[in-house]
């Protein structure tokens, strides 16, 4: 690619990641490389599992252990959670040091910027660093103007109607 963009998807709507990975696959039929570091997620949802099955062409990566959600982690854990998105970013420059993907995916990095598990700085330095042929895209819900400032593309996606409003659980192949 000649040159690379960087892309948010935010908002409080489902779709950030499913449509991220749409682009993932598009490149991926264009014979370019995806790479895809997912924070705050674990690897057990149907898209993991089926994007394994397109490596070398699409990586994704995990650098968390799993555990609960973040409200009910004690200050250990978040700690340890901390050093583990830590170790996620520095793996996202040494890519972009590399060159080693056409299409680096930073999926719920905006989630971890919300929740004060890294500083809005530490991803604003990876947005200036990009090279130029690698196309960088940032998926969460809140959205820093520092970052929204130096994206090419912001879509947002937002909540209308959602069934957990009626009490309806998230469900395998649909929701995860």
Same mark, same amino acid.
């Given at each position: /690619?000649? *040159?690379? !963009?960087?892309?948010?998807?935010? +908002?409080?709507? %489902?779709?950030?990641? @499913?449509?991220?990975? &749409?682009?993932?696959?598009?490149?991926?039929?264009?014979?370019?490389?995806?790479? /895809?570091? *997912?924070? !705050?997620?674990?690897?057990?949802? +149907?898209?993991? %599992?089926?994007?394994? @099955?397109?490596?070398? &062409?699409?990586?994704?990566?995990?650098?968390?252990?799993?555990?609960?959600?973040?409200?009910?982690?004690?200050?250990?854990?978040?700690?340890?959670?901390?050093?583990?998105?830590?170790?996620?970013?520095?793996?996202?420059?040494?890519?972009?040091?590399?060159?080693?993907?056409?299409?680096?995916?930073?999926?719920?990095?905006?989630?971890?910027?919300?929740?004060?598990?890294?500083?809005?700085?530490?991803?604003?330095?990876?947005?200036?660093?990009?090279?130029?042929?690698?196309?960088?895209?940032?998926?969460?819900?809140?959205?820093?103007?520092?970052?929204?400032?130096?994206?090419?593309?912001?879509?947002?996606?937002?909540?209308?109607?959602?069934?957990?409003?009626?009490?309806?659980?998230?469900?395998?192949?649909?929701?995860?």
């Amino acid at each position: /690619m000649k *040159q690379g !963009l960087t892309q948010i998807y935010c +908002g409080p709507g %489902k779709g950030k990641t @499913t449509a991220v990975i &749409g682009l993932g696959i598009r490149a991926l039929g264009n014979n370019l490389k995806v790479i /895809m570091i *997912q924070f !705050l997620k674990n690897d057990n949802t +149907g898209e993991c %599992k089926l994007l394994k @099955t397109l490596e070398p &062409g699409f990586k994704i990566f995990h650098f968390e252990k799993e555990r609960g959600f973040t409200w009910t982690l004690t200050e250990e854990e978040k700690g340890e959670l901390v050093q583990e998105i830590h170790m996620a970013l520095k793996f996202a420059k040494k890519v972009m040091d590399t060159g080693e993907c056409d299409i680096l995916i930073l999926d719920e990095i905006l989630g971890v910027l919300q929740l004060g598990f890294a500083d809005v700085e530490e991803i604003t330095q990876l947005i200036d660093e990009k090279p130029e042929f690698m196309e960088l895209v940032l998926t969460g819900r809140n959205l820093p103007d520092e970052i929204k400032e130096r994206a090419d593309y912001v879509s947002c996606i937002d909540a209308v109607k959602h069934p957990m409003e009626q009490g309806i659980r998230a469900r395998a192949g649909i929701e995860f």
